[in-house]
């Protein structure tokens, strides 16, 4: 699983500072988190394929998260595309899209399919046989929504050394990796256990932003390998994350620790701070693996 931060700053784009917009790759899929003003831009640095993005995450539906949204449409029309586009986000999103794409008389030569999201509890929004994607509904400003994307365990891993030693054949090799059990030819049963190792454990990574300060996100994010927490303000603004529901480095820094995740990242900073590296001597108070987000940073998963 890899994350390519393409955007990770709050409010207004400036010369080094992105809105939110970010790429993960998980399985065979390429996903598209949020898609802040400058994404195109973002992802040409990047050298992320334009083709291999089919599913768009939207938050909410404030500009700094989806300002992108429409010109990135409208560039895989110029580009040819083909392959369907799903673009899952607040109610709203549809009308706003297709708004743009009326008045320019530029419907998009390729199915844009929308996948409108009303609910207040976490549902689940994709699945496919290796990858789920659900809703983790936020505290914002308007209706928001973080996602949680998970691997879905993978098979078996044959052990030849021990399918030899029982001499067993080839053509059952798929039986065993789907997790059968093996007879032999004297009958004797062997166990599936025997014949494989586990499958390498599933990740997960949760995308939380933006967000006030909530732990009712907290059992929805329970364990998960990591987790990209907003971290707007510094404790020395904690009276204006409230006001504006966002949350603070140490407040994301405790969601971290009560979820017990693997690594928080930090990211949708307001540019009024001098040095990102306070967000985290902040949040390392609290919680000892911290990242930094930045634009154009890649995670390793
Ligand atoms: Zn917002």
Same mark, same amino acid.
């Given at each position: 699983m890899k994350l390519n931060i393409l955007g990770c700053y709050a409010a207004t784009p400036r010369s080094l500072n992105n809105p939110t917009a970010q790429v993960l790759e998980i399985k065979n899929h390429l996903f598209l988190i949020d898609c802040g003003e400058g994404t195109q831009v973002q992802l040409r640095k990047s050298k992320v394929r334009f083709s291999r993005i089919n599913h768009i995450f939207i938050s909410h539906l404030h500009g700094d998260h989806f300002f992108g949204l429409p010109g990135l449409v409208s560039t895989f029309r110029l580009l040819g595309r083909k392959t369907p586009l799903h673009v899952y986000g607040p109610k709203g999103i549809k009308e706003a899209?297709?708004?743009?794409? $009326?008045? %320019?008389?530029?419907?998009? *030569?390729?199915?844009?399919?929308?996948?409108?999201?009303?609910?207040?509890?976490?549902?689940?929004?994709?699945?496919?046989?290796?990858?789920?994607?659900?809703?983790?509904?936020?505290?914002?400003?308007?209706?928001?929504n973080?996602?949680?994307?998970?691997? $879905?365990? %993978?098979?078996?891993?044959? *052990?030849?050394?021990?399918?030899?030693?029982?001499?067993?054949?080839?053509?059952?090799?798929?039986?065993?990796?789907?997790?059968?059990?093996?007879?032999?030819?004297?009958?004797?049963?062997?166990?599936?256990a025997e014949l494989t190792f586990d499958p390498p454990k599933p990740k997960s990574y949760a995308f939380c932003s933006d967000t006030a300060y909530t732990t009712s996100i907290v059992p929805l994010i329970k364990d998960v390998d990591v987790l990209y927490h907003e971290a707007t303000f510094l404790e020395t603004e904690k009276d204006l994350a409230p006001k504006t529901k966002h949350a603070t480095a140490k407040e994301a820094a405790s969601i971290a620790k009560a979820a017990n995740v693997g690594q928080l990242i930090l990211g949708h900073f307001s540019t009024r701070y001098k040095s990102i590296e306070l967000f985290k001597e902040e949040a390392q108070t609290i919680f000892s693996n911290v990242a930094l987000a930045d634009d154009g940073k890649e995670f390793q998963l």
């Amino acid at each position: 699983m890899k994350l390519n931060i393409l955007g990770c700053y709050a409010a207004t784009p400036r010369s080094l500072n992105n809105p939110t917009a970010q790429v993960l790759e998980i399985k065979n899929h390429l996903f598209l988190i949020d898609c802040g003003e400058g994404t195109q831009v973002q992802l040409r640095k990047s050298k992320v394929r334009f083709s291999r993005i089919n599913h768009i995450f939207i938050s909410h539906l404030h500009g700094d998260h989806f300002f992108g949204l429409p010109g990135l449409v409208s560039t895989f029309r110029l580009l040819g595309r083909k392959t369907p586009l799903h673009v899952y986000g607040p109610k709203g999103i549809k009308e706003a899209i297709t708004l743009l794409l $009326k008045l %320019g008389d530029s419907w998009t *030569n390729y199915p844009l399919l929308f996948h409108e999201l009303t609910s207040s509890e976490s549902e689940l929004v994709f699945e496919d046989n290796t990858v789920t994607v659900s809703t983790i509904p936020l505290q914002h400003r308007v209706y928001t929504n973080g996602f949680l994307f998970k691997e $879905k365990p %993978g098979q078996r891993q044959l *052990n030849v050394a021990a399918a030899e030693k029982y001499s067993i054949d080839r053509c059952y090799y798929q039986n065993i990796k789907n997790g059968r059990d093996i007879r032999l030819e004297d009958n004797r049963l062997i166990a599936n256990a025997e014949l494989t190792f586990d499958p390498p454990k599933p990740k997960s990574y949760a995308f939380c932003s933006d967000t006030a300060y909530t732990t009712s996100i907290v059992p929805l994010i329970k364990d998960v390998d990591v987790l990209y927490h907003e971290a707007t303000f510094l404790e020395t603004e904690k009276d204006l994350a409230p006001k504006t529901k966002h949350a603070t480095a140490k407040e994301a820094a405790s969601i971290a620790k009560a979820a017990n995740v693997g690594q928080l990242i930090l990211g949708h900073f307001s540019t009024r701070y001098k040095s990102i590296e306070l967000f985290k001597e902040e949040a390392q108070t609290i919680f000892s693996n911290v990242a930094l987000a930045d634009d154009g940073k890649e995670f390793q998963l």
